[in-house]
Every structure is written in C-alpha cells, then in structure tokens.
C-alpha cells in the first residue's frame, strides 16, 4: 500500500473519535435543555392561564398600549393558544391581558370593571366582564 493513502486512512481514522465525543457532546446538550427556546418558555407563562379558557372560539387580547415588543407579543399569544382566536379588543367575556406594569393592568380592570380570574404571572392575566 501506498505510504500516503496509509498516512492518509490513519489521519482519517484519528478524526472520527474525536467527532463521535463531539456529536455526544451536541446531543447532550439538546436533550439537557428541552424547551429553553424562547416561544417555548412564553408558553410555560400560560400554563395557569390556560385551564380557566375555552378550548375554542374568540376571545379579547389587550397588552400595554406603549410596548416596544407589542405586536411580537400579540402574535406569540396568538400561537400559543391556538386554536382560540384573539380579537384586539374589550368586548369578549374573556380577555387575555399581557402588561409589564401592574399599574396599568390594575387601572386597565378597574376602568372596564373586570374580574380577575388569574393575576399577573409573568405579566400574563386573565380576566372576565363582571356581570351587573
């Protein structure tokens, strides 16, 4: 045999070692930290949430008006509740609220006399219309 296609199969023979630890290495770590990504951790923020709505049909969506994140926030909602609909607005029985500042949220549920079903939780609440 050929000196250099000998040196050639050791050189190629010392590499795959190192890349078999390597590719444990990467597995390892995708399977260590399952659902770090950021939609996946948004949606861990609905889990208390979630068991007070319905499983389907519309309901309202209200979040900080100044927000920089605003609409990103509006469209993650939408999808981690899917197949609910979120309507931009105050008229539905439910409402999905999503506010950095519990000020604002508070005054928001008293100015349109809502109940609130689940408070802030990484700034995530449900509330209802009080019935009169």
Known sequence: M??????AIILFMSFIPTAILYLNKV??????YPNTDELSLYDS??????????GRGMIGYMADPD??????????????????????DTSRDL??????????FY?????NNLAILNDLKNQVALVKKNNR
Do not use: G, W
């Open 2 to 7: 050929n000196l250099k296609k000998l040196a």
């Open 45 to 54: 923020s609905f889990a208390d949430i979630k068991k007070n709505m319905p």
């Open 67 to 88: 927000r920089y994140f605003a609409l990103k926030k509006y469209y993650q909602t939408q999808y981690v509740l899917a197949p609910l609909i979120l309507a931009r």
């Open 107 to 111: 005054e928001f549920v008293r100015k």
């Open 95 to 104: 409402i999905v609220c999503n506010f950095s500042d519990r000020n604002k």
């Open 27 to 32: 597995k390892l770590q995708l399977f260590q």
